[in-house]
């Protein structure tokens, strides 16, 4: 298949875990699908769009606690790599809003972010911390927020000693980042964001890199 327009994209799975335990595939029901990151967000979200003539609604039912696993390629290009593959790290549906098309067709808009996000909201930390800003942030990664995907964290000067009371990770990690200073570039520019490729708490000198 060649490309015909820019942004074009097969779907090459994309299912719906409800919280009654039902599995929905809407592969083939998919209107239109919009992911987003940003430097700026510590998350990503997006939007899909479901042709609703499976009876989505009822068969789930649909109340915005559902999973998104899905598997995004572009036509022309085989390397698996180059695919956006969310079936093991899988979006958590946050919202469930329907629209009637003129010909009388039901839509169903799902909103999306991704689990990290929702573990943040959930977790609380009150433990010392101690160590560099990169080792601090890893570790709240991996083990807080129960992170499994790529972390690009740029390695950054001195030791700290942080005493958090019941703080998010996501909040400490942005504090972080206004005080990191990078060991390669001697630059207080950290930005702390998640992309495709996993999560970033890097300078912008290593980004432009």
Do not use: W
């Amino acid at each position: 298949m060649e490309l015909t327009q820019a942004g074009q994209f097969e779907i090459e799975s994309a299912e719906l875990f409800t919280s009654t335990g039902n599995t929905i595939n809407i592969t083939n029901s998919v209107l239109e699908v919009n992911i987003y990151e940003d430097i700026y967000s510590n998350s990503m979200y997006g939007e899909i769009s479901v042709v609703n003539t499976i009876g989505l609604i009822s068969s789930g039912p649909l109340i915005g606690q559902e999973y998104l696993s899905i598997v995004l390629k572009t036509p022309t290009l085989v390397d698996d790599k180059t695919k956006i593959k969310f079936d093991e790290n899988i979006f958590h549906v946050i919202k469930v809003g329907r629209t009637i098309e003129g010909n009388g067709t039901e839509i169903v808009i799902l909103d999306f972010t991704t689990s990290e996000l929702i573990h943040n909201q959930r977790t609380l930390v009150s433990r010392t911390l101690k160590g560099p800003f990169h080792e601090i942030v890893g570790t709240l990664l991996r083990t807080d927020l129960n992170c499994k995907k790529d972390l690009y964290i740029e390695t950054s000067m001195g030791t700290k000693h942080v005493i958090p009371h019941n703080r998010t990770p996501f909040n400490m990690i942005a504090e972080f980042a206004r005080q990191a200073v990078s060991k390669e570039h001697g630059s207080p520019t950290y930005h702390f964001y998640e992309n495709l490729r996993g999560y970033h708490f890097r300078s912008l000198e290593s980004m432009y890199a």
